[in-house]
């Protein structure tokens, strides 16, 4: 096969004219010619940090959606249902990949459960990190959230770090907000890249120890405008990620938006495309091709560099998207589960006012992060504890989905409901069923089709209720990917119809029960201080 035109070789920084002569999935020469075809040919994407469930997809239909965008590759972190399932999910996500021609590059999740003060579905054991870690398709050691545990010495959290170290096998990172010395002891433990940093200075401090920058910006969580400008200096140390991506998102564009936002800022085309393609393949020595002979032929064609328009996408020299179509085929999914829960009553999840003022997570859009208020607390005439859509302080539990239990409670702002409620089994880490809603009725409908649905999203209304079931751990959908984005779709329009403001109500939501991210979320077994790593109570104590 030959395709010509103009070639962006990113790894010598230079375009010229030329043709591609691929035989046997690869390179086999770059022959340099004055006649060539208009369109430009150049590496393919690669996402460098994902947690493809996020994307409520398993990694077959991520993949279908994701090559339209010119993405030939993920570095792809199965953390969320190893929280589910354990090691038997790592292996559906690896055996569902392969299914389809997409280079998924999987990581060995290092914290399952990750924490101690919530309720998950499995454990992942140093012995099973390291059986993880010997399979050719595991590339690393995936995100190390416990830095508390890094700095403090923790046995097991050593014996991970040191096993991907004797294997020769980089160590992702994790660490909001870790500045100074703590920052530089993180590093020389072994962390080698962070995707959470949301200033710039932040990241400075991480880079000048030597830790890679991975820009996020996901559904949620978005971080491009506070770091892109580091590009600039660091153009070898930066990736682009997005972390988590939700259905109708991947359906807009994927690592090409963050290409096309950083040209429209006067960023130099190679450094932006180094980002994007390059240094993935190096920090995590995947076997992606980056334009070179020998390399397997994956690649893009582009209409310029100016407009970025995706032609075609080709992974191992098939042609896999063409003109905004996929063409990867669609292939059967298989439906694992760990899902034990019974129907929730109004009065499991009702409390007693106590008096005095509550304290309330203030979720902050487009941030992980969120804040610690207090707030007056409203009751029903019974003197329980109920939503106030005026001061928007709204009524939000955490369902344990694993086996039966009582409902947490809390309550949180800025999700804007002035009726109904969503609720979601999305609920990182742990994946336990978390909802928030005006009322407790719509709140309990909301749950309840989740339970009966075993895994999902949902809305509940005063005029319609709505469900996209996501019977794959709970987390993903097993259905064409086009169509569980309109589902979602549909559900998100739904919610901002009863008022809220969020740009991803659901995203937003799925980590309000992410305890590892500063400062107050709320776990199945009770609010959590991020910063102090202890529960806090619902009621506000003044000693």
């Known amino acids: 096969m030959k395709i010509s035109g103009h070639i962006l070789d990113v790894r010598n920084r230079r375009l010229f004219k030329g043709i591609l002569h691929i035989k046997d999935n690869r390179i086999e020469r770059i022959e340099p010619s004055d006649t060539v075809d208009g369109q430009f040919i150049m590496p393919g994407f690669i996402d460098s940090h994902v947690h493809v469930e996020s994307s409520m997809l398993v990694p077959s239909e991520f993949a279908r959606l994701a090559v339209v965008h010119g993405t030939v590759a993920t570095v792809s972190d199965p953390h969320e249902i190893g929280n589910v399932l354990g090691v038997k999910g790592v292996e559906y996500m690896i055996e569902n990949g392969k299914q389809v021609n997409f280079k998924f590059n999987f990581g060995a999740p290092s914290c399952v459960p990750a924490t101690t003060f919530e309720t998950a579905g499995a454990e992942i054991s140093p012995d099973e990190v390291r059986y993880l870690l010997e399979k050719d398709e595991i590339k690393y050691l995936a995100e190390m959230m416990n830095w508390p545990g890094v700095l403090f010495n923790d046995p097991v959290v050593y014996e991970k770090i040191n096993i991907a170290k004797s294997l ?24 080698s890249t962070d995707h959470e940093c949301f200033t710039k200075e932040e990241a400075l401090d991480k880079l000048k120890h030597g830790m890679k920058i991975a820009i996020r910006e996901g559904s949620a969580a978005k971080n491009f405008e506070a770091l892109i400008e580091l590009l600039h200096d660091h153009p070898e140390m930066i990736m682009f990620c997005s972390d988590d991506k939700h259905p109708d998102n991947l359906v807009e564009g994927h690592i090409n938006l963050l290409v096309k936002r950083a040209l429209a800022k006067g960023h130099e085309l190679f450094n932006i495309l180094q980002a994007a393609c390059i240094t993935p393949i190096d920090h995590y020595n995947l076997e992606v091709g980056s334009l070179q ?10 209409d310029n560099p100016s407009n970025f328009k995706v032609l075609a996408t080709y992974i191992n020299g098939e042609k896999v998207a063409e003109n905004g179509k996929t063409l990867i085929p669609r292939v059967e999914n298989l439906i694992i589960n760990n899902f034990n829960c019974d129907p929730i009553t109004e009065s499991q999840i009702q409390v007693a006012d106590e008096g005095g003022k509550i304290n309330v997570i203030e979720a902050l859009d487009g941030q992980l992060v969120t804040n610690c208020i207090e707030a007056e607390a409203s009751t029903d005439q019974n003197g329980n504890l109920v939503s106030n859509v005026d001061s928007d302080v709204l009524k939000m539990v955490v369902i ?12 949180i702002r800025n999700f804007g409901l002035k009726k109904g409620a969503i609720a979601s089994s999305v609920g990182h880490d742990s994946h336990n069923i978390i909802a928030v809603g005006a009322t407790d009725e719509a709140i309990v409908k909301a749950v309840n089709l989740i339970i009966k649905a075993k895994g999902g ?38 919610s901002k119809e009863m008022g809220s403001k969020l740009n991803s109500p659901f995203m937003s939501l799925s980590f309000m029960a992410l305890l590892v991210i500063p400062s107050l979320k709320l776990s199945d077994l009770g609010l959590f201080d991020g910063d102090s790593f202890k529960f806090k109570p619902l009621f506000v104590k003044h000693s």
């Open 168 to 191: 020769g096998k980089p160590i992702d990172g994790h660490a909001p907000g870790l500045r100074g010395e703590k920052a530089e002891a993180y590093v020389k433990a072994g962390m």
């Open 293 to 302: 002979v020998g390399d397997p032929a994956d690649f893009i064609t582009i």
């Open 400 to 411: 344990n989905r694993y086996q039966p239990a009582k409902p947490a409670i809390a309550f």
């Open 457 to 494: 999203v949902s809305v509940v209304s005063e005029k319609e209720e709505a469900l996209v079931a996501l019977p794959v751990a709970g987390i993903m959908s097993a259905e064409d990917g086009y169509d569980v984005a309109e589902a979602y779709s549909n559900i998100d329009r739904i």
